[in-house]
Every structure is written in C-alpha cells, then in structure tokens.
C-alpha cells in the first residue's frame, strides 16, 4: 500500500475527477488524500503577504501532507490555455516556505490530469514545463477530459501505477 496525494485545483469537474481517481487507487488498497487547493482560500502571493503570512497554518499542513506522500496527481482546468491562479498560487507559496524551492517536489513522481472545456492539453503541457522545472518525475501520459473525451480507465490504471511505481 503506497500514500497518494491528489490536488484538486478546481472544485467542479476537477474536484470530481480527483475522487474518480481517489476511488480507482483505493481499490488498489492505496491511501489516498485529496487536497482541495479552492478550499484552503489561500491569500495572493505577493512580497508584501509573503511578509504578513511567515507561517500560514494551512500552507505549513499542506507542506506536511506532500511531504508525506509517496507520489502524487495534479487535476487542474485549463484557463486561457494555461493553468489556473489557484495552481500557481500554491506553488508560489510553498516554495518561499520551504527551505529549498524544489523541496516538495523534487524526485517526486507527479500525474498530470485535466477537465477542461473544450481543450487541456494546453494545460498539461504548462504543468509539464512548471513540475519539471521544480524537479519531478513527470510521467508521460497523462489524462484529458473534456466535452468531447470521457475518462479513459486504461489512462487512470496506467497513471495509478506510474506515480506509485
Ligand atoms: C477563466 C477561464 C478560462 C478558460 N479557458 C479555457 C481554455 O483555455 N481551454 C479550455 O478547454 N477550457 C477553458 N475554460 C473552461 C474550463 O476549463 C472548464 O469550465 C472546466 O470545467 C473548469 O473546471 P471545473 O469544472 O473543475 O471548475 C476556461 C474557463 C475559465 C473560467
């Protein structure tokens, strides 16, 4: 049994893929914990917050949990071809927390998964380049869903066992 951390950077149809993806890896007798990054309504990143917020509990306790994984899955929407605000917010905080920018996520094999509305590879690819950049173990193949792509099960085994190798 291995520890899986799911974030969630979107709570429709994101949020939804996460607890599909949850329920796949429990099936496997893996524990898995999906962080909402919507529900931790982080402040904005800015010099000046970084100032007021030097140890923000739910920053510090989302630390701990990717700490604590043993390999983790990233659910974000496209946004303008990009990925969202709330993605890039997390990052920045929890590398001017860490004592080490790449210090979560360097090493760590990381799942890249998208609902998007008509597209999501736009996403995937601006996840790639940022995840890679911190240091992780992007895996290849990743997951698109939109209006015109159901989920694949085949691509969420293949993801399952990829980031838990
Ligand atoms: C500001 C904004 C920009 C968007 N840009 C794109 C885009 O570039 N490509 C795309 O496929 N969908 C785009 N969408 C649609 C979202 O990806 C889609 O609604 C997705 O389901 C949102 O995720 P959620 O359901 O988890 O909230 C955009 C939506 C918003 C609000």
Redesign the pocket.
């Known amino acids: 049994m291995a520890k899986l951390l799911i974030l ?10 996460a607890m599909e993806l949850k329920a796949a890896a429990e099936i496997h007798g893996h524990e898995v914990d999906v962080m909402d990054l919507c529900a931790l309504d982080l402040p904005m990143y800015t010099p000046e917050s970084e100032k007021q917020h030097l140890n923000h509990e739910d920053i510090q306790s989302s630390m701990k949990r990717i700490l604590h994984c043993d390999g983790m899955i990233v ?1 974000a ?6 990925h ?1 605000p709330v993605l890039s917010n997390f990052i920045a905080w929890v590398s001017v927390q860490s004592s080490n920018f790449r210090l979560l996520f360097n090493k760590r094999s990381v799942g890249l998964a ?7 590879n ?2 995937i690819m601006s996840m790639r380049m940022q995840f890679s950049f911190l240091g992780s173990n992007v895996l290849g193949r990743s997951i698109v869903v ?1 209006k015109s792509k159901s989920l694949n099960p085949d691509a969420v085994e293949d993801m399952i066992t990829g980031v838990l190798r």
């Open positions: 969630a950077a979107s709570t429709g149809k994101n949020l939804k893929l659910c929407p496209e946004y303008n071809g990009s969202p998208s609902a998007s509305g008509g597209g999501g736009h996403v939109n």
